[in-house]
């Protein structure tokens, strides 16, 4: 510890819905089984994020509370019990945006060597991308359109192509948010309007997607997402609603097609050992990390803006406007 007594701790703090503060706290101490970890870099999880900071439904709109859940850092201490780890290792984890941060040996996971920091900070969205995609069954050469083309939903659309989705489809409202999406390889790049579902059918076979991945918050994509599916195919709800969705008639747009709907939130895991399609949390961010090392996954044209940790109320402040050619926010740490 002798090399952070001396140092302050910075930690982002959701004070009130829209307001924000860079809080200094004590630098933590390890328990036993804990690392303390230098964070280097850590994302902004643009939906949830600011969902969080604004209050919107579905939230918590408990405050204060931390804000983040993506921390690439270095070992800087740790605890009386901890094997296999040294200091100056590099971590993943969940930890909150923060300078000094505790991470549990169990939740902590080494950075392949060779990958940045920039790009493996992408890790738990990638995580979060994959359990929907495992959980939709994707067989190789089915047709699957995602809905929403953030970065949870780009990530989803790398995952189903990898898994051997034929054509992948994304879907935005956005023409600035396609082009993303283009840049990472989408077969085909829709706007939604009345002639959404016959576009589909002309690239997937003559019906609409048989995997239907709906990746945003947007209560109305719920609608979209169900349009786009063809009889008998599966809608993965895997970004979090934040409202409730009108106009949904359950015979018309589910019972009759025969579809199947399937929750996606990221609790919605085996909490101990994965197997076919439900992998844990740990297991499916370990298989991010080799993803983001073995270049199986692009996340550096995602990446828009980079803050300093000390402007972290401008970051947020831009968030809340939600300017739609943001897309990664990066804080670093290193001053």
């Known amino acids: 510890m002798d090399a952070t007594e001396s140092k ?19 630098v933590p101490t390890p328990g036993p089984n804990e690392l303390l970890v230098r964070t280097q870099v850590s994302l902004i999880s643009p939906g949830t994020e600011r969902a969080f900071f604004l209050g919107l439904p579905n939230t918590t709109q408990q405050y204060p509370q931390p804000a983040g859940y993506s921390n690439i850092g270095e070992v800087v201490g740790m605890g009386s019990e901890v094997t296999g780890w040294q200091i100056g290792d590099r971590v993943a984890s969940a930890a909150v945006h923060a300078a000094f941060v505790t991470v549990a040996v169990t939740d902590a996971l080494p950075v392949p060597s060779g990958l940045a920091g920039e790009d493996a900070v992408f890790f738990n969205l990638a995580s ?12 190789l050469g089915e047709p699957v359109a995602v809905v929403g083309a953030g970065l949870i939903g780009l990530l989803a659309l790398q995952l189903a192509r990898l898994q051997g989705a034929l054509p992948a489809v994304s879907i935005d409202q956005d023409e600035t948010r396609l082009d993303f999406a283009h840049q990472i390889g ?10 959404l579902a016959a576009q589909l059918a002309a690239i997937c076979g003559g019906a ?27 809608v993965v709800l895997l970004g979090s609603t934040r409202g409730e969705t009108d106009g949904v008639n359950f015979y018309r747009d589910v019972h009759r097609p025969g579809l199947t709907v399937i929750g996606a939130h990221n609790i919605a895991r085996p909490r101990r050992e994965s197997h076919a399609g439900w992998w844990t949390e740990h297991d499916d961010q370990a298989v991010a990390l080799q993803l983001l090392a073995h270049n199986r996954i692009s996340v550096r044209p995602f990446i828009t803006h980079r803050f300093a940790a000390r402007a972290a109320v401008d970051a947020y402040e831009l968030l809340a ?15």
């Open 8 to 26: 302050q701790n910075y930690r982002v703090l959701f004070t009130a819905p829209g307001q924000v503060t860079l809080a200094a706290l004590p």
């Open 128 to 139: 979060i991308a994959l359990q929907g995609v495992r959980k939709a069954h994707v067989e």
């Open 186 to 195: 989408a077969d085909a790049c829709f706007v939604p309007g009345a002639d």
């Open 208 to 234: 609409g997607a048989a995997v239907v991945i709906k990746a945003t918050g947007h209560p109305e994509a719920v609608k979209t997402a169900l349009a786009c599916a063809r009889p008998f195919g599966r």
């Open 321 to 335: 406007e939600w300017d739609r050619t943001s897309l990664g926010m990066l804080l670093t740490w290193n001053d």
